[in-house]
C-alpha cells in the first residue's frame, strides 16, 4: 500500500479517517476523498475502502473498548485503526506500526488531547485480540459488515446466497476493462497488456478481466479510447438490447439511453451499433462526464440533461426502435466498488427508488415502437429494483412480452450456469436485467 515516495503512514491515515468521519456524517466516499490532496488521494482512498469494508467489526470492537463514543474525529480514526488491524491474517500493516501511525496521527492533528486514549485502546484491543474479537463476532453487523436492515433484507430475498454475497461484498472488486471495438479487439488488447507483463482474461462478448487491478493510467490505451472501466455484468446490457433487435431498412436505428451518465453502456452501444443515439440524464453534471466518455472512445450521441419521465420536455415524438432504462436505484449490487453505499442506505430509500422506477417504465414504455425493445436493469441484488418491478409492470401491460433475460446476476451465487460468460466465480457486480419486446401495432 506504501512506497518509499508516499506521504508517512500518519499522514495517510489522518487523511482516511477525515474521510471516514465524512462518509458517516452522510457524505459519499467520492465527495470526502475529494477534499484531500492530491498526493495522498490514493493512498487514502484504499484506507478508507478498507475501513469501510470492516467498518461494522469496527464500530463492534469500538464500542467494546470505549462503551461511551469519543468525539467524531476520535471515534473515526480509532475505528479505522481497528478496522485496519483486527485480522492479522488481511491487515496491510504489522500491528505495531499501525497502532504507532495511529497514535501519531492523532498526536499530530485535531485529536492531540486524545491520542493517549487511542493509544490505551489500540494497545488493550492488541492485547485481548481474541477475546474481543469472539466477542464482537456474536453482532451481525460485525460479522457480515452490513447494516442490521440490509443482512436481514439479503436473508428473506436470497435464502441460498445472502452469505456468499455478503462476504464476496468485502472484497475488493476485480478490474474489468471493455474493448472498444471500434478502436481494438479484446485478442489485440489482451496482446498489448501482456506485452507490458500484465495478465487479462477474456470475458463475455468485449471484456478483459484483470486479476491483479493496476491504476488506471498505468494501462496502456486509455486515452487513446482503446477501452473503458466496466464491469462484467454492466457489459450484458448492449448485447442484450441490441441482439436480434430488427434493424429498419429505411433509416438509422434509433436508440435512448434514458439514464445514462456517465455513459458506460451509451458507449458500448454505440461501439456495437451504428445508429442515433439519444443519452439523458436528469442530472447535467453528470453529461458532463458522459460527453468527454464519448470523446474519448471517439463516438457521437445526443445529450440531452432531461427528467426522462417528463417526456412532452424533450422527445420529439418519433418513437425508439429500443430503449435502455438503466434506471436509479439502491446501488447494492456494486458494494465491492463502492463500499460507502452500505452505510450510507437506508432501508426508507428502497421505497422511494421504486416509486421512481416505475414512474420512468410507465412513462418511457410508449416511446417504444411496435415491435421494439426496452431493457430494464437497476445495479441492484434486492429483487424490489428488479424481478418485482417487471412482474408489476406486466401485469398491467399485456402488450409487452418478457423475452429470455438474465434476471438477477447474484455475485458468487451458486446457480448453475453464470449469467456471464467465461465467469464462473462470478466475479461479477450484483445486476438485474429484464428484456421486454412490446407487441405489433
Ligand atoms: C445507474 S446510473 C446510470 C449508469 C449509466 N447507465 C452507465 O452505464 O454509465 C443512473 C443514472 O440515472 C440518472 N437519473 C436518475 N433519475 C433520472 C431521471 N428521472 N431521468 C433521467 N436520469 C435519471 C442519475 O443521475 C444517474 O446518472
Same mark, same amino acid.
Given at each position: 500500500m506504501s512506497t518509499t515516495q508516499a506521504p508517512p503512514l500518519w499522514r495517510q491515515l489522518q487523511a482516511a479517517a477525515a474521510a471516514l468521519q465524512a462518509v458517516r456524517a452522510g457524505q459519499s466516499a467520492t465527495t470526502a476523498l475529494a477534499t484531500v490532496a492530491p498526493a495522498l488521494r490514493p493512498a487514502a482512498q484504499a484506507l478508507l475502502f478498507h475501513a469501510l469494508r470492516q467498518l461494522g467489526r469496527a464500530e463492534a470492537l469500538r464500542s467494546l473498548l470505549a462503551k461511551r463514543a469519543p468525539a467524531p474525529p476520535v471515534d473515526a480514526l480509532l475505528c479505522l485503526a481497528l478496522a485496519l488491524v483486527w485480522d492479522e491474517a488481511n491487515a496491510p500493516y504489522t500491528p505495531f506500526t499501525l497502532v504507532d501511525q495511529a497514535v501519531e496521527a492523532a498526536r499530530r492533528g485535531g485529536a492531540r488531547a486524545q491520542s493517549g486514549f487511542v493509544n490505551a485502546c489500540l494497545r488493550r484491543f492488541l492485547r485481548e485480540r481474541e477475546a474481543l474479537v469472539a466477542t464482537s463476532a456474536r453482532d451481525p453487523v460485525a460479522q457480515w459488515n452490513h447494516p442490521r436492515w440490509w443482512i436481514a433484507r439479503m436473508q428473506r430475498d436470497w435464502p441460498q446466497d445472502w452469505q456468499a454475497v455478503l462476504r464476496a461484498s468485502d472484497h475488493a472488486a476485480p478490474l474489468t476493462l471493455r474493448v472498444n471495438r471500434r478502436r481494438s479487439t479484446v485478442a489485440a488488447m489482451q496482446a498489448r497488456l501482456q506485452a507490458e507483463g500484465i495478465a487479462a482474461q477474456p470475458i463475455g462478448d468485449d471484456g478483459l478481466l484483470l486479476p491483479r487491478p493496476r491504476? =488506471?493510467?498505468?494501462? &496502456?490505451?486509455y486515452a487513446e479510447g482503446a477501452w473503458s472501466v466496466q464491469d462484467a455484468a454492466a457489459q450484458l446490457a448492449a448485447p442484450l438490447l441490441l441482439q436480434g433487435l430488427a434493424r429498419p431498412t429505411d433509416r438509422p436505428l434509433r436508440l435512448l439511453?434514458?439514464?445514462?451518465?456517465?455513459?458506460g453502456k451509451t458507449a458500448h452501444l454505440l461501439e456495437c451499433a451504428d445508429a442515433e443515439l439519444t443519452a439523458l440524464d436528469v442530472d447535467p453534471a453528470r453529461c458532463a462526464r458522459i460527453h468527454e466518455n464519448l470523446a474519448r472512445l471517439g463516438l457521437a450521441a445526443e445529450v440531452r440533461a432531461a427528467?426522462?419521465?417528463?417526456v412532452a420536455a424533450w422527445w420529439d415524438g418519433r418513437p425508439f426502435d429500443a430503449i435502455l432504462l438503466d434506471a436509479p436505484c439502491s446501488?447494492?449490487?456494486?458494494v465491492r466498488r463502492h463500499p460507502d453505499v452500505r452505510w450510507l442506505r437506508r432501508e426508507s430509500d428502497i421505497a422511494q427508488l421504486v416509486v421512481q422506477q416505475d414512474r420512468l417504465l410507465q412513462a418511457l414504455w410508449p416511446l417504444v415502437a411496435p415491435g421494439g425493445r426496452l431493457l430494464f436493469a437497476t445495479c441492484s441484488v434486492f429483487p424490489a429494483e428488479g424481478r418485482e418491478r417487471i412482474e408489476t409492470f406486466l401485469a398491467h401491460h399485456s402488450e409487452a412480452r418478457l423475452l429470455p433475460s438474465p434476471g438477477h446476476l447474484i455475485p458468487?451465487?451458486?446457480?448453475?450456469?453464470?449469467? =456471464? &460468460?467465461?465467469n464462473r466465480p462470478r466475479d461479477n457486480d450484483g445486476f438485474f436485467y429484464s428484456l421486454l419486446e412490446k407487441g405489433p401495432r
Open positions: 491504476p =488506471v493510467p498505468e494501462l &496502456p490505451g439511453d434514458a439514464c445514462a451518465a456517465p455513459g427528467d426522462a419521465a417528463d446501488a447494492s449490487g456494486i458468487c451465487s451458486a446457480a448453475a450456469a453464470p449469467a =456471464v &460468460p467465461d
